[in-house]
């Protein structure tokens, strides 16, 4: 299958990284090269991007994609996690803005042999973005202890009966292995009430979602990521990130707002005494949504946010 995906606020994204056109910029998730195409188009002189994904299916489709950009882009196959190290060895210090697409791509989406998708009912229960890593969700699902499993699905999923699809998963492994989604589907069906089934959509989509995001520790890396990002951007730089969920949203947001105003003295103090220094501003004072005409055109853009924050700029004293 082709990788396809949609970009979502294509042009609300890059009118906000690409403040320098002959600037050095950073696509920590390149996908498909929706964005990157784009922000390609207005480099000029000097102007470089450098991409990185950890899906290989990626890292190919975004070579052909920006061909026509190819003494200006380089490709690597990395988490965004590794971002610092890549740049360190590219001689990069610093650059001008870094773009975060989170989430999973519609060709991750709809390939039945990735096992992302709920409704793709023999998939094998894989989710890796990365296949290098031996991690599956089917080993998670085979593994993990009841309570581990309630952890996942109540907090990456925020499903209400997470408790019990949880029981409902040790259970069913103790009879055969659970491989498949629709094997899946099957025990989650079982595991929420028939009257919520009916009217909340389909049953297993929070489960798949948490099952993802504990499989390629999404948050996890997210939450270790951003304050690194942050210090590798020049002054003026910016960091665009692009979620799809709550809890990718709220990382995001409280790391801003941490970034922005990092004292922690207790609000009765007259002056700073903790020393911590803010390293820029939110731009984005309220995320940046689709518009309706986008949401209706791309369904799976009506959940996206684009929060920015700009590093700050050095004043002469």
Do not use: W
């Not at 196959?77 to 610092?84: A, G, H, K, T």
């Not at 803005?97 to 096992?115: A, K, M, N, T």
């Amino acid at each position: 299958m082709e990788f396809s995906h949609v970009p979502v606020m294509l042009h609300e994204t890059v009118d906000m990284l690409v403040t320098d056109p002959e600037g050095i910029y950073v696509d920590g998730t390149v996908g498909g090269g929706g964005h990157a195409f784009e922000i390609c188009s207005r480099l000029t002189g000097e102007g470089r991007l450098i991409c990185i994904d950890r899906d290989a299916d990626a890292v190919r489709a975004a070579g052909q994609r920006l061909e026509p950009f190819r003494n200006i882009t380089t490709i690597y196959q990395y988490n965004f996690s590794e971002m610092p190290f890549l740049l360190d060895e590219l001689g990069e210090k610093q650059v001008d803005g870094i773009l975060l697409d989170l989430g999973v791509s519609s060709f991750q989406l709809d390939e039945p042999s990735r096992g992302f998708a709920y409704r793709e009912g023999c998939s094998p229960l894989d989710m890796r973005m990365d296949v290098r890593q031996s991690l599956t969700a089917q080993d998670i699902l085979a593994t993990y202890s009841e309570q581990e499993l309630y952890r996942v699905i109540r907090d990456y999923g925020e499903d209400p009966f997470a408790k019990n699809i949880a029981k409902h998963i040790v259970r069913a492994r103790q009879e055969r292995p659970i491989e498949t989604a629709n094997d899946l589907n099957e025990i989650i069906r079982g595991a929420i009430p028939a009257k919520v089934r009916a009217t909340g959509g389909h049953p297993s989509k929070r489960t798949f979602q948490a099952l993802r995001i504990e499989c390629n520790r999404e948050i996890e890396i997210l939450k270790d990521s951003l304050d690194g990002m942050i210090d590798r951007l020049k002054p003026g730089g910016r960091l665009c990130v692009i979620t799809f969920h709550s809890i990718e949203d709220r990382v995001v947001k409280t790391n801003f707002k941490t970034n922005e105003n990092p004292c922690t003295c207790p609000p009765d103090f007259p002056v700073c005494v903790c020393g911590k220094v803010s390293k820029g501003r939110v731009i984005t004072k309220k995320p940046i949504l689709p518009s309706e005409q986008e949401q209706e055109e791309n369904p799976r853009s009506k959940s996206a946010k684009l929060r920015v924050f700009e590093k700050k700029v050095e004043t002469a004293t």
